[in-house]
Protein backbone atom coordinates (compact mmCIF):
# COMPACT_ATOMS: atom_id res chain seq x y z
CA UNK A 1 0.00 0.00 0.00
CA UNK A 2 1.09 3.27 -0.86
CA UNK A 3 0.99 5.60 2.32
CA UNK A 4 -1.10 8.26 2.56
CA UNK A 5 1.15 11.20 3.00
CA UNK A 6 3.42 10.20 0.30
CA UNK A 7 0.10 10.03 -2.08
CA UNK A 8 -0.88 13.38 -1.04
CA UNK A 9 2.43 14.65 -1.57
CA UNK A 10 3.11 13.20 -5.12
CA UNK A 11 -0.91 14.12 -6.01
CA UNK A 12 -0.37 17.93 -4.87
CA UNK A 13 3.22 17.95 -7.61
CA UNK A 14 0.63 17.04 -10.03
CA UNK A 15 -1.95 19.34 -9.23
CA UNK A 16 -4.56 16.75 -7.95
CA UNK A 17 -7.20 18.27 -6.07
CA UNK A 18 -8.66 17.17 -2.17
CA UNK A 19 -11.60 15.77 -3.71
CA UNK A 20 -10.30 13.58 -6.37
CA UNK A 21 -7.42 12.38 -4.09
CA UNK A 22 -10.25 11.40 -1.64
CA UNK A 23 -11.29 9.06 -4.64
CA UNK A 24 -8.34 8.08 -5.55
CA UNK A 25 -7.65 6.46 -2.14
CA UNK A 26 -10.88 4.75 -1.93
CA UNK A 27 -9.64 3.13 -5.50
CA UNK A 28 -6.42 2.06 -4.46
CA UNK A 29 -7.76 0.19 -2.18
CA UNK A 30 -9.56 -1.99 -4.58
CA UNK A 31 -13.10 -0.44 -3.93
CA UNK A 32 -15.64 -0.07 -6.60
CA UNK A 33 -17.32 2.69 -8.23
CA UNK A 34 -20.37 2.05 -6.90
CA UNK A 35 -18.83 1.75 -3.13
CA UNK A 36 -16.73 4.66 -3.31
CA UNK A 37 -19.95 6.83 -4.51
CA UNK A 38 -22.03 5.39 -1.53
CA UNK A 39 -18.49 6.20 0.94
CA UNK A 40 -18.60 9.53 -0.04
CA UNK A 41 -22.17 10.51 -0.51
CA UNK A 42 -22.01 11.17 -4.20
CA UNK A 43 -23.18 10.18 -7.74
CA UNK A 44 -20.85 7.31 -9.05
CA UNK A 45 -20.56 9.57 -12.35
CA UNK A 46 -18.83 11.99 -10.07
CA UNK A 47 -16.63 9.05 -8.79
CA UNK A 48 -15.74 8.24 -12.66
CA UNK A 49 -15.10 11.74 -13.51
CA UNK A 50 -12.97 12.34 -10.59
CA UNK A 51 -10.73 9.69 -11.64
CA UNK A 52 -10.75 10.81 -15.29
CA UNK A 53 -9.35 13.73 -14.03
CA UNK A 54 -6.88 12.02 -12.19
CA UNK A 55 -6.12 9.55 -15.42
CA UNK A 56 -5.24 12.76 -17.41
CA UNK A 57 -3.07 14.47 -14.49
CA UNK A 58 -0.74 11.49 -14.43
CA UNK A 59 -0.66 11.07 -18.53
CA UNK A 60 -2.66 7.78 -18.45
CA UNK A 61 -4.33 7.29 -21.81
CA UNK A 62 -6.88 4.33 -22.61
CA UNK A 63 -9.55 2.77 -21.46
CA UNK A 64 -10.87 0.18 -19.35
CA UNK A 65 -9.65 -0.99 -15.86
CA UNK A 66 -6.44 -1.00 -16.90
CA UNK A 67 -5.68 2.50 -15.96
CA UNK A 68 -6.15 1.72 -12.37
CA UNK A 69 -2.85 -0.72 -13.01
CA UNK A 70 -1.11 1.52 -14.73
CA UNK A 71 -1.10 4.18 -12.12
CA UNK A 72 -0.45 1.88 -9.18
CA UNK A 73 2.35 1.20 -10.99
CA UNK A 74 3.77 4.39 -11.60
CA UNK A 75 3.11 5.51 -7.84
CA UNK A 76 4.60 2.22 -6.47
CA UNK A 77 7.73 3.25 -8.68
CA UNK A 78 7.94 7.02 -7.29
CA UNK A 79 7.45 5.57 -3.83
CA UNK A 80 10.53 3.04 -4.20
CA UNK A 81 12.74 5.96 -5.94
CA UNK A 82 11.79 8.25 -3.11
CA UNK A 83 12.64 5.49 -0.54
CA UNK A 84 15.82 4.80 -2.06
CA UNK A 85 17.22 8.85 -1.83
CA UNK A 86 15.79 8.85 1.68
CA UNK A 87 18.33 6.48 2.57
CA UNK A 88 20.99 8.09 0.34
CA UNK A 89 20.59 11.14 1.99
CA UNK A 90 21.16 9.66 5.21
CA UNK A 91 24.49 8.21 4.48
CA UNK A 92 25.98 11.26 4.25
CA UNK A 93 27.74 9.44 0.72
CA UNK A 94 27.70 9.90 -2.58
CA UNK A 95 26.37 6.69 -4.71
CA UNK A 96 29.28 4.67 -6.17
CA UNK A 97 28.95 0.97 -7.40
CA UNK A 98 32.82 0.65 -6.92
CA UNK A 99 34.55 0.75 -3.44
CA UNK A 100 34.23 -1.63 -0.55
CA UNK A 101 32.13 -2.79 2.43
CA UNK A 102 33.29 -0.93 5.44
CA UNK A 103 32.49 -2.67 8.41
CA UNK A 104 29.31 -1.06 9.24
CA UNK A 105 27.93 -2.24 6.15
CA UNK A 106 29.03 -5.74 6.95
CA UNK A 107 26.26 -8.02 8.74
CA UNK A 108 27.39 -11.76 8.92
CA UNK A 109 24.28 -13.06 11.00
CA UNK A 110 25.05 -16.57 11.79
CA UNK A 111 28.06 -17.31 8.70
CA UNK A 112 30.65 -19.92 10.39
CA UNK A 113 34.41 -18.91 11.04
CA UNK A 114 36.52 -20.72 8.17
CA UNK A 115 39.28 -19.60 9.08
CA UNK A 116 40.83 -22.87 8.69
CA UNK A 117 39.46 -24.09 4.46
CA UNK A 118 40.77 -26.03 2.86
CA UNK A 119 41.18 -26.08 -1.15
CA UNK A 120 38.07 -25.20 -3.43
CA UNK A 121 40.51 -22.43 -5.72
CA UNK A 122 38.72 -23.30 -8.72
CA UNK A 123 35.46 -22.71 -7.40
CA UNK A 124 36.66 -19.79 -5.83
CA UNK A 125 37.88 -18.44 -9.09
CA UNK A 126 34.48 -19.22 -10.49
CA UNK A 127 32.23 -17.33 -8.09
CA UNK A 128 34.56 -14.42 -8.78
CA UNK A 129 34.06 -14.70 -12.89
CA UNK A 130 30.45 -14.70 -11.88
CA UNK A 131 29.65 -12.48 -9.82
CA UNK A 132 32.08 -9.91 -10.51
CA UNK A 133 33.35 -9.55 -13.93
CA UNK A 134 29.81 -11.80 -15.50
CA UNK A 135 27.43 -9.17 -12.63
CA UNK A 136 25.30 -12.64 -12.31
CA UNK A 137 22.39 -11.71 -10.57
CA UNK A 138 21.26 -14.71 -8.62
CA UNK A 139 24.09 -17.87 -8.13
CA UNK A 140 23.31 -21.14 -6.47
CA UNK A 141 25.83 -23.18 -4.65
CA UNK A 142 24.85 -26.40 -4.20
CA UNK A 143 25.78 -29.99 -3.18
CA UNK A 144 25.00 -32.78 -0.87
CA UNK A 145 25.42 -32.32 3.15
CA UNK A 146 29.08 -32.00 4.39
CA UNK A 147 30.11 -30.79 0.88
CA UNK A 148 31.62 -27.37 2.43
CA UNK A 149 28.51 -24.81 0.78
CA UNK A 150 28.55 -22.72 3.13
CA UNK A 151 32.51 -22.46 3.95
CA UNK A 152 32.72 -21.78 0.69
CA UNK A 153 29.95 -18.70 0.13
CA UNK A 154 31.65 -17.15 3.19
CA UNK A 155 35.43 -17.49 1.94
CA UNK A 156 34.19 -15.95 -1.33
CA UNK A 157 32.45 -13.14 0.61
CA UNK A 158 35.90 -12.49 2.70
CA UNK A 159 37.82 -12.30 -0.71
CA UNK A 160 34.79 -9.88 -2.36
CA UNK A 161 34.77 -7.25 0.42
CA UNK A 162 36.22 -5.03 -1.75
CA UNK A 163 33.81 -5.22 -5.06
CA UNK A 164 30.70 -4.53 -3.42
CA UNK A 165 29.01 -1.84 -1.09
CA UNK A 166 26.75 -4.10 1.15
CA UNK A 167 27.73 -7.54 2.51
CA UNK A 168 24.79 -9.21 4.46
CA UNK A 169 24.31 -12.89 5.11
CA UNK A 170 21.42 -14.82 6.52
CA UNK A 171 20.60 -18.14 7.49
CA UNK A 172 17.30 -19.86 7.02
CA UNK A 173 17.98 -22.84 8.59
CA UNK A 174 15.21 -21.54 11.27
CA UNK A 175 13.10 -20.83 8.62
CA UNK A 176 12.16 -16.77 9.01
CA UNK A 177 9.39 -16.08 7.11
CA UNK A 178 10.76 -13.73 3.91
CA UNK A 179 8.23 -10.75 5.30
CA UNK A 180 10.37 -10.58 8.02
CA UNK A 181 13.78 -11.34 5.83
CA UNK A 182 12.88 -8.34 3.85
CA UNK A 183 11.90 -5.80 7.03
CA UNK A 184 15.55 -6.80 8.36
CA UNK A 185 17.65 -6.16 4.79
CA UNK A 186 15.28 -2.97 3.83
CA UNK A 187 16.07 -1.79 7.13
CA UNK A 188 19.89 -2.59 7.27
CA UNK A 189 20.04 -0.82 3.69
CA UNK A 190 18.22 2.16 4.60
CA UNK A 191 20.66 2.79 7.41
CA UNK A 192 17.58 2.10 9.74
CA UNK A 193 16.02 4.88 8.18
CA UNK A 194 12.79 4.43 6.37
CA UNK A 195 10.27 7.12 6.03
CA UNK A 196 7.22 4.88 4.69
CA UNK A 197 6.23 1.16 6.23
CA UNK A 198 5.16 -0.78 3.16
CA UNK A 199 3.06 -4.08 4.24
CA UNK A 200 2.85 -5.77 0.87
CA UNK A 201 5.73 -8.38 0.37
CA UNK A 202 5.97 -7.36 -3.65
CA UNK A 203 6.42 -3.95 -2.46
CA UNK A 204 9.10 -4.96 -0.05
CA UNK A 205 10.86 -6.99 -2.80
CA UNK A 206 10.68 -4.20 -5.42
CA UNK A 207 12.23 -2.12 -2.82
CA UNK A 208 14.81 -4.16 -2.28
CA UNK A 209 15.42 -4.60 -5.79
CA UNK A 210 15.97 -0.89 -5.60
CA UNK A 211 18.20 -0.63 -3.50
CA UNK A 212 20.12 -3.74 -5.15
CA UNK A 213 20.47 -1.09 -8.74
CA UNK A 214 21.81 1.84 -6.43
CA UNK A 215 24.16 -0.27 -4.55
CA UNK A 216 26.75 -3.22 -5.65
CA UNK A 217 25.21 -5.71 -2.81
CA UNK A 218 26.40 -9.37 -1.94
CA UNK A 219 23.40 -10.89 -0.41
CA UNK A 220 24.34 -14.73 0.89
CA UNK A 221 21.16 -16.92 2.00
CA UNK A 222 22.32 -20.12 3.50
CA UNK A 223 20.51 -23.22 4.15
CA UNK A 224 17.69 -22.51 1.45
CA UNK A 225 16.78 -26.32 1.86
CA UNK A 226 14.87 -25.71 5.28
CA UNK A 227 11.89 -23.51 2.98
CA UNK A 228 11.85 -26.55 0.37
CA UNK A 229 9.44 -29.20 1.06
CA UNK A 230 10.07 -32.76 2.26
CA UNK A 231 8.75 -35.71 1.39
CA UNK A 232 8.50 -34.66 -2.16
CA UNK A 233 10.67 -34.03 -5.71
CA UNK A 234 13.03 -31.56 -5.18
CA UNK A 235 13.08 -27.84 -5.24
CA UNK A 236 9.09 -27.17 -4.50
CA UNK A 237 8.38 -24.78 -1.42
CA UNK A 238 6.85 -25.77 2.23
CA UNK A 239 3.45 -23.82 1.74
CA UNK A 240 4.25 -21.12 4.40
CA UNK A 241 7.06 -20.29 2.15
CA UNK A 242 5.85 -20.03 -1.54
CA UNK A 243 7.07 -16.46 -1.70
CA UNK A 244 10.21 -17.11 -1.52
CA UNK A 245 9.88 -18.20 -5.25
CA UNK A 246 8.53 -15.13 -6.31
CA UNK A 247 11.72 -13.54 -4.36
CA UNK A 248 14.19 -15.37 -6.13
CA UNK A 249 12.22 -15.18 -9.56
CA UNK A 250 12.53 -11.02 -9.81
CA UNK A 251 15.87 -11.15 -8.22
CA UNK A 252 17.37 -13.05 -11.31
CA UNK A 253 15.06 -11.61 -13.98
CA UNK A 254 15.09 -8.06 -13.07
CA UNK A 255 18.10 -5.45 -13.75
CA UNK A 256 20.13 -4.66 -10.52
CA UNK A 257 23.74 -4.83 -9.79
CA UNK A 258 23.89 -6.78 -6.84
CA UNK A 259 24.02 -10.81 -6.09
CA UNK A 260 21.75 -12.82 -4.31
CA UNK A 261 23.67 -16.50 -3.53
CA UNK A 262 21.82 -19.45 -1.98
CA UNK A 263 23.49 -22.54 -0.55
CA UNK A 264 21.00 -25.64 -0.83
CA UNK A 265 21.02 -29.03 -0.54
CA UNK A 266 18.74 -29.04 -3.32
CA UNK A 267 18.13 -26.69 -6.14
CA UNK A 268 15.09 -24.31 -6.18
CA UNK A 269 12.87 -24.91 -9.94
CA UNK A 270 13.62 -21.17 -10.40
CA UNK A 271 17.09 -21.95 -10.80
CA UNK A 272 16.53 -24.73 -13.14
CA UNK A 273 14.23 -22.14 -14.93
CA UNK A 274 16.28 -19.08 -15.07
CA UNK A 275 19.85 -20.56 -15.60
CA UNK A 276 21.64 -20.42 -18.48
CA UNK A 277 25.94 -20.32 -19.52
CA UNK A 278 25.60 -16.89 -20.48
CA UNK A 279 22.96 -16.04 -18.50
CA UNK A 280 22.60 -13.56 -14.78
CA UNK A 281 21.41 -16.67 -13.37
CA UNK A 282 23.55 -19.83 -12.52
CA UNK A 283 24.76 -22.58 -10.38
CA UNK A 284 27.57 -24.25 -9.34
CA UNK A 285 27.58 -28.24 -7.87
CA UNK A 286 30.36 -28.77 -5.26
CA UNK A 287 31.42 -32.30 -5.68
CA UNK A 288 34.68 -33.56 -3.66
CA UNK A 289 37.63 -32.26 -2.63
CA UNK A 290 40.58 -33.23 -5.00
CA UNK A 291 42.81 -35.45 -3.27
CA UNK A 292 45.66 -32.85 -2.65
CA UNK A 293 42.74 -30.67 -0.69
CA UNK A 294 41.66 -33.79 0.90
CA UNK A 295 45.10 -34.78 2.19
CA UNK A 296 45.79 -30.98 3.88
CA UNK A 297 42.80 -32.08 6.22
CA UNK A 298 44.63 -35.68 6.98
CA UNK A 299 47.72 -33.74 7.91
CA UNK A 300 45.89 -31.07 9.86
CA UNK A 301 44.69 -34.40 12.14
CA UNK A 302 47.96 -35.75 12.29
CA UNK A 303 47.01 -39.52 10.79
CA UNK A 304 49.62 -41.44 9.33
CA UNK A 305 49.84 -44.04 6.77
CA UNK A 306 49.43 -42.08 3.97
CA UNK A 307 49.35 -44.27 0.98
CA UNK A 308 45.87 -45.55 2.86
CA UNK A 309 44.98 -42.08 2.53
CA UNK A 310 43.55 -42.47 -0.95
CA UNK A 311 41.15 -45.50 -0.38
CA UNK A 312 39.68 -43.30 2.68
CA UNK A 313 39.11 -40.48 0.11
CA UNK A 314 37.67 -42.82 -2.58
CA UNK A 315 35.40 -44.23 0.20
CA UNK A 316 34.04 -40.63 1.00
CA UNK A 317 33.79 -39.40 -2.21
CA UNK A 318 36.26 -36.29 -0.44
CA UNK A 319 33.18 -34.63 1.05
CA UNK A 320 35.06 -32.21 3.87
CA UNK A 321 33.05 -32.74 6.47
CA UNK A 322 32.88 -36.55 6.73
CA UNK A 323 36.65 -36.57 5.74
CA UNK A 324 37.25 -34.28 8.98
CA UNK A 325 34.72 -36.35 11.35
CA UNK A 326 36.18 -39.77 10.07
CA UNK A 327 39.75 -38.12 10.53
CA UNK A 328 38.88 -36.93 13.86
CA UNK A 329 37.40 -40.77 15.17
CA UNK A 330 40.78 -42.35 13.54
CA UNK A 331 42.95 -40.27 15.21
CA UNK A 332 41.14 -40.58 18.77
CA UNK A 333 40.20 -44.16 18.35
CA UNK A 334 43.16 -46.14 16.81
CA UNK A 335 45.71 -43.67 17.45
CA UNK A 336 45.85 -42.14 14.13
CA UNK A 337 46.39 -45.41 11.86
CA UNK A 338 44.35 -45.73 8.83
CA UNK A 339 44.89 -49.25 8.48
CA UNK A 340 43.10 -50.03 11.98
CA UNK A 341 40.24 -47.71 10.84
CA UNK A 342 39.70 -49.85 7.17
CA UNK A 343 39.61 -52.95 9.36
CA UNK A 344 36.12 -52.40 10.70
CA UNK A 345 34.42 -52.63 7.82
CA UNK A 346 31.99 -49.78 8.60
CA UNK A 347 31.84 -46.35 7.34
CA UNK A 348 28.42 -44.70 8.64
CA UNK A 349 28.58 -43.86 12.25
CA UNK A 350 27.99 -41.00 14.51
CA UNK A 351 27.45 -37.65 12.92
CA UNK A 352 27.74 -39.20 9.24
CA UNK A 353 25.39 -41.38 10.06
CA UNK A 354 22.78 -38.00 10.93
CA UNK A 355 24.26 -36.18 7.32
CA UNK A 356 22.83 -38.78 5.65
CA UNK A 357 19.45 -39.15 7.31
CA UNK A 358 18.76 -35.83 7.42
CA UNK A 359 19.15 -35.42 3.59
CA UNK A 360 16.81 -39.35 3.58
CA UNK A 361 13.62 -37.87 5.31
CA UNK A 362 13.72 -35.19 2.87
CA UNK A 363 13.04 -37.68 -0.12
CA UNK A 364 9.95 -38.54 -2.15
CA UNK A 365 8.53 -42.10 -1.61
CA UNK A 366 9.40 -42.69 -4.45
CA UNK A 367 13.07 -41.53 -4.28
CA UNK A 368 13.48 -43.76 -1.52
CA UNK A 369 11.71 -46.58 -3.16
CA UNK A 370 15.29 -45.99 -5.98
CA UNK A 371 17.68 -45.56 -2.95
CA UNK A 372 16.72 -49.02 -1.67
CA UNK A 373 16.83 -50.76 -4.97
CA UNK A 374 20.31 -48.96 -5.86
CA UNK A 375 21.30 -50.49 -2.80
CA UNK A 376 20.34 -53.54 -2.83
CA UNK A 377 21.85 -53.78 -6.78
CA UNK A 378 25.48 -53.14 -5.16
CA UNK A 379 26.49 -51.95 -8.81
CA UNK A 380 25.04 -48.92 -11.52
CA UNK A 381 21.85 -49.50 -13.27
CA UNK A 382 19.96 -48.61 -15.66
CA UNK A 383 16.45 -46.98 -15.77
CA UNK A 384 14.96 -49.79 -17.29
CA UNK A 385 16.25 -52.02 -14.84
CA UNK A 386 15.30 -50.14 -11.84
CA UNK A 387 11.38 -50.06 -13.65
CA UNK A 388 11.50 -53.63 -13.94
CA UNK A 389 12.66 -54.18 -10.27
CA UNK A 390 9.76 -52.24 -9.10
CA UNK A 391 6.16 -54.14 -8.09
CA UNK A 392 4.07 -51.46 -8.52
CA UNK A 393 4.26 -49.70 -12.14
CA UNK A 394 5.77 -46.17 -12.40
CA UNK A 395 5.43 -44.57 -15.58
CA UNK A 396 8.97 -43.63 -17.50
CA UNK A 397 7.89 -40.08 -17.02
CA UNK A 398 7.48 -40.37 -13.03
CA UNK A 399 10.66 -42.37 -12.85
CA UNK A 400 12.87 -39.69 -14.95
CA UNK A 401 11.77 -36.96 -12.50
CA UNK A 402 12.55 -39.19 -9.64
CA UNK A 403 16.28 -39.88 -10.53
CA UNK A 404 16.68 -36.13 -11.91
CA UNK A 405 15.63 -35.03 -8.44
CA UNK A 406 18.25 -37.51 -6.50
CA UNK A 407 20.80 -36.13 -9.18
CA UNK A 408 19.78 -32.61 -7.92
CA UNK A 409 20.44 -33.77 -4.11
CA UNK A 410 24.00 -35.36 -5.46
CA UNK A 411 22.41 -38.75 -3.90
CA UNK A 412 23.43 -40.69 -7.04
CA UNK A 413 26.20 -41.30 -9.20
CA UNK A 414 25.81 -41.86 -12.89
CA UNK A 415 28.92 -43.56 -14.69
CA UNK A 416 30.49 -41.27 -17.31
CA UNK A 417 32.35 -44.31 -19.13
CA UNK A 418 29.28 -46.09 -19.87
CA UNK A 419 27.34 -45.41 -23.13
CA UNK A 420 23.84 -46.44 -21.25
CA UNK A 421 22.91 -43.78 -18.75
CA UNK A 422 23.88 -46.48 -15.30
CA UNK A 423 23.57 -44.83 -11.58
CA UNK A 424 24.99 -46.24 -8.31
CA UNK A 425 25.12 -44.65 -5.10
CA UNK A 426 28.43 -43.69 -3.00
CA UNK A 427 29.97 -46.23 -1.02
CA UNK A 428 28.78 -44.91 2.11
CA UNK A 429 25.43 -43.70 0.83
CA UNK A 430 25.16 -47.82 0.16
CA UNK A 431 26.14 -48.55 3.55
CA UNK A 432 23.64 -46.26 5.17
CA UNK A 433 20.74 -47.80 2.96
CA UNK A 434 21.80 -50.90 3.61
CA UNK A 435 21.70 -50.18 7.22
CA UNK A 436 18.30 -48.52 6.93
CA UNK A 437 16.85 -51.60 4.55
CA UNK A 438 18.23 -54.72 7.60
CA UNK A 439 16.94 -52.07 10.64
CA UNK A 440 13.41 -51.50 8.45
CA UNK A 441 13.02 -55.59 7.81
CA UNK A 442 13.61 -56.80 11.12
CA UNK A 443 11.27 -53.77 12.44
CA UNK A 444 8.38 -55.13 9.88
CA UNK A 445 8.63 -58.77 10.73
CA UNK A 446 8.19 -57.94 14.83
CA UNK A 447 5.55 -56.06 13.66
CA UNK A 448 3.75 -58.68 11.77
CA UNK A 449 4.32 -61.57 14.19
CA UNK A 450 2.53 -58.67 17.08
CA UNK A 451 -0.40 -58.02 15.47
CA UNK A 452 -0.66 -61.13 12.20
CA UNK A 453 -1.63 -58.26 9.36
CA UNK A 454 0.71 -58.40 6.32
CA UNK A 455 -0.19 -54.72 5.78
CA UNK A 456 2.81 -54.48 8.23
CA UNK A 457 4.93 -56.01 5.66
CA UNK A 458 6.06 -52.34 3.64
CA UNK A 459 9.43 -53.30 2.40
CA UNK A 460 9.64 -57.05 2.69
CA UNK A 461 6.92 -57.02 0.04
CA UNK A 462 7.75 -54.49 -2.46
CA UNK A 463 12.01 -55.14 -2.32
CA UNK A 464 13.66 -58.43 -2.94
CA UNK A 465 16.30 -58.96 -0.84
CA UNK A 466 18.00 -61.23 -2.34
CA UNK A 467 17.73 -61.18 -6.89
CA UNK A 468 17.92 -64.82 -7.97
CA UNK A 469 18.71 -63.62 -11.66
CA UNK A 470 21.53 -61.33 -10.53
CA UNK A 471 25.55 -62.07 -11.33
CA UNK A 472 26.81 -64.15 -8.73
CA UNK A 473 29.22 -61.18 -7.50
CA UNK A 474 26.12 -59.39 -6.96
CA UNK A 475 24.65 -62.55 -5.72
CA UNK A 476 27.21 -62.98 -2.85
CA UNK A 477 27.36 -59.31 -1.81
CA UNK A 478 23.66 -58.88 -1.41
CA UNK A 479 24.21 -62.18 1.14
CA UNK A 480 27.25 -60.29 2.36
CA UNK A 481 25.77 -56.89 2.95
CA UNK A 482 21.95 -57.78 3.33
CA UNK A 483 20.61 -61.24 3.90
CA UNK A 484 23.61 -62.52 6.74
CA UNK A 485 23.10 -59.46 8.47
CA UNK A 486 19.53 -58.98 9.03
CA UNK A 487 20.05 -63.15 10.06
CA UNK A 488 22.49 -61.60 12.67
CA UNK A 489 19.79 -58.71 13.46
CA UNK A 490 16.88 -61.27 14.34
CA UNK A 491 19.22 -63.03 16.46
CA UNK A 492 19.95 -60.51 18.58
CA UNK A 493 16.24 -59.72 18.82
CA UNK A 494 14.83 -63.23 19.90
CA UNK A 495 17.79 -64.84 21.43
CA UNK A 496 17.13 -68.48 19.16
CA UNK A 497 17.08 -69.67 16.04
CA UNK A 498 14.17 -71.82 16.61
CA UNK A 499 12.34 -68.61 17.86
CA UNK A 500 13.30 -67.05 14.52
CA UNK A 501 12.43 -70.19 12.18
CA UNK A 502 8.93 -70.07 14.61
CA UNK A 503 7.74 -66.44 14.15
CA UNK A 504 9.09 -66.39 10.26
CA UNK A 505 7.04 -69.72 9.37
CA UNK A 506 3.92 -68.25 11.22
CA UNK A 507 4.11 -65.14 8.67
CA UNK A 508 3.78 -67.71 5.51
CA UNK A 509 0.38 -68.69 6.07
CA UNK A 510 -0.70 -65.31 6.18
CA UNK A 511 0.48 -64.42 3.09
CA UNK A 512 -1.41 -67.81 1.21
CA UNK A 513 -3.90 -66.86 -0.71
CA UNK A 514 -3.40 -62.85 -1.08
CA UNK A 515 -3.52 -61.27 -4.22
CA UNK A 516 0.04 -60.91 -6.27
CA UNK A 517 0.40 -57.18 -5.68
CA UNK A 518 -0.42 -57.89 -2.13
CA UNK A 519 2.29 -60.28 -1.57
CA UNK A 520 4.84 -58.71 -3.47
CA UNK A 521 8.75 -60.05 -2.71
CA UNK A 522 7.45 -60.97 0.67
CA UNK A 523 6.66 -64.97 0.66
CA UNK A 524 10.24 -64.73 -0.96
CA UNK A 525 11.96 -62.94 1.16
CA UNK A 526 10.23 -64.61 4.29
CA UNK A 527 11.17 -67.93 2.78
CA UNK A 528 14.95 -66.53 1.83
CA UNK A 529 15.07 -65.25 5.82
CA UNK A 530 14.05 -68.88 7.11
CA UNK A 531 16.57 -70.86 5.04
CA UNK A 532 20.46 -71.12 4.56
CA UNK A 533 22.30 -68.06 4.36
CA UNK A 534 24.42 -69.30 1.66
CA UNK A 535 21.96 -68.69 -1.33
Given at each position: MIPQDFLKAIAAERSVSDSEIEVLSHALAGETITTIATCLDI???AVRKRLGEVYKKFHIAGAGPGKMAKLQQILVSQYQEHQTQIALEASGEELSLVGGANKERQDWGEAPDVSIFYGRSEQLNTLKEWMIADECRLVAVLGMGGIGKTALAVKFAQQAITEFDYIIWRSLRHGIPLKDL?????????LRRTAYALTEVNEKISQLISYFRHHRCLLILDSVETILKSGELAGNYREEYEEYGDFFRRIGEEPHHSCLVLTSLEKPKE?????????PVRSLLLKDLRSEEAREIFKAKGLS???KWENLIALYRGNPLALKIIATTIRDLFGGQVSEFLKQNTLVFGDISGLLEQQFQRLSPLEQELLYWLALERIPVGLQKLRQNMLLPVSQRELLEAVASLGRRSLIEKDPEKEEAVFSLQPAVIEYVSDKIIEQVCTEIREVFKTKKTEKLVLLRSHALIQNHAETTVKAAQVKYILSPIKDRLR????S???IQEYLTQIQPLLQGEPPLEVGYAMENVLLLNGPTDV
Open positions: RPELDNLLHILSISLLEGKTMEEDRIFRESR
